[in-house]
């Protein structure tokens, strides 16, 4: 079972203008396969995405939960 397959973040420094965001989930798709989905950019921007395909779901939970750890420890707080 996931432990999380949803998380939206933020960043904002005043100093720098800056307000970005980072929303990560989890989906199955239609063909077996676990995919990871990554979009990212200035808050009230469309921004870039990214997905990345994974055999299995514990797979897909490990890349997740990397990138979470590696956001936050950039600044980025939990919405």
Same mark, same amino acid.
Not at 63 to 71: E, G, V
């Given at each position: 079972?996931? +432990?999380?397959?949803?998380?939206?973040? +933020?960043?904002?420094? /005043? @100093?720098?203008? *800056? $307000?970005?965001?980072? /929303?990560?989930?989890?989906?199955?798709?239609?063909? !077996? +396969?676990?995919? *990871?989905?990554?979009?990212?950019?200035?808050? !009230? /921007? %469309? !921004?870039?995405?990214?997905?990345? *395909?994974? @055999?299995?779901?514990? +797979? @897909?939970?490990? $890349?997740?939960? %990397?990138?979470?750890? @590696?956001?936050?420890?950039?600044?980025?707080?939990?919405?």
């Amino acid at each position: 079972m996931m +432990e999380q397959s949803d998380t939206y973040l +933020e960043k904002y420094d /005043h @100093a720098k203008n *800056l $307000a970005r965001f980072y /929303h990560l989930s989890i989906m199955p798709n239609l063909f !077996g +396969e676990w995919t *990871l989905c990554r979009q990212w950019g200035r808050i !009230g /921007h %469309a !921004g870039q995405s990214r997905l990345d *395909l994974f @055999a299995n779901q514990q +797979e @897909a939970q490990n $890349a997740f939960d %990397a990138l979470r750890r @590696a956001k936050l420890k950039r600044n980025y707080t939990l919405t």
